[in-house]
T-cell receptor, first 114, second 110 residues
Framework: NAGVTQTPKFQVLKTGQSMTLQCAQDMNHEYMSWYRQDPGMGLRLIHYSVGAGITDQGEVPNGYNVSRSTTEDFPLRLLSAAPSQTSVYFC?????????????FGSGTRLTVV | GQQLNQSPQSMFIQEGEDVSMNCTSSSIFNTWLWYKQDPGEGPVLLIALYKAGELTSNGRLTAQFGITRKDSFLNISASIPSDVGIYFCAGQRGAQKLVFGQGTRLTINP
């Protein structure tokens, strides 16, 4: 089925470990973004991309890196995991940024850092 | 960052009751969206609103784009158990990114 695919669904990391959360979409969407969801905090934007080769920071970018080498993929990297990064992470995509397009979300990655 | 004020934060209702929730902002938006998040899943778009004063329905759900363009409302009629989840409003202005509310968690007692 077409949509946004996130892997893995669950992950436990030790403090200081690194890992990459994968996100892929097959809808040829230009816009892709990463959010984290914490209890009582809603969805907070980490990084976003308006097209291949272009990325920018959201409101909570510290501790995360992204790249966008293709239209389809937008991986999120944690270089040195910290307990404060325990959260549920969502990738979302849209045909373009703005102009009334809603976002299509993946099913999320639940990350625990111990 | 900018957030929308969504209320209530949580609701505990009996099956069959109607539900109302709303979102307000100090800024004007051109688009209002309502999403639902089922437990363990990502948010899914329910309703999109593009014009001030617009009233749109999707089954038992009805949403309105406030006339001032600074608020939006979502109503659910005759709630059923599968309505359980978190409802998010989101606003958009021009080419800018979506701004999300903090969510309303709906719990239904059978």
């Amino acid at each position: 089925n077409a949509g946004v695919t996130q892997t893995p669904k669950f992950q436990v990391l030790k403090t200081g470990q690194s890992m990459t959360l994968q996100c892929a979409q097959d809808m040829n969407h230009e816009y892709m973004s990463w959010y984290r969801q914490d209890p009582g905090m809603g969805l907070r934007l980490i990084h976003y991309s308006v097209g291949a080769g272009i990325t920018d920071q959201g409101e909570v970018p510290n501790g995360y890196n992204v790249s966008r080498s293709t239209t389809e993929d937008f991986p999120l990297r944690l270089l040195s995991a910290a307990p404060s990064q325990t959260s549920v992470y969502f990738c979302a995509s849209s045909p373009k940024q703005g102009a009334g397009y809603g976002y299509t979300f993946g099913s999320g990655t639940r990350l625990t850092v111990v | 960052g900018q957030q929308l004020n969504q209320s209530p934060q949580s609701m505990f209702i009996q099956e069959g009751e109607d539900v109302s929730m709303n979102c307000t902002s100090s800024s004007i938006f051109n688009t209002w969206l309502w999403y639902k998040q089922d437990p363990g899943e990502g948010p899914v778009l329910l309703i999109a609103l593009y014009k001030a004063g617009e009233l749109t329905s999707n089954g038992r759900l009805t949403a309105q784009f406030g006339i001032t363009r600074k608020d939006s409302f979502l109503n659910i009629s005759a709630s059923i158990p599968s309505d359980v989840g978190i409802y998010f409003c989101a606003g958009q202005r021009g080419a800018q990114k979506l701004v999300f509310g903090q969510g309303t968690r709906l719990t239904i007692n059978p």
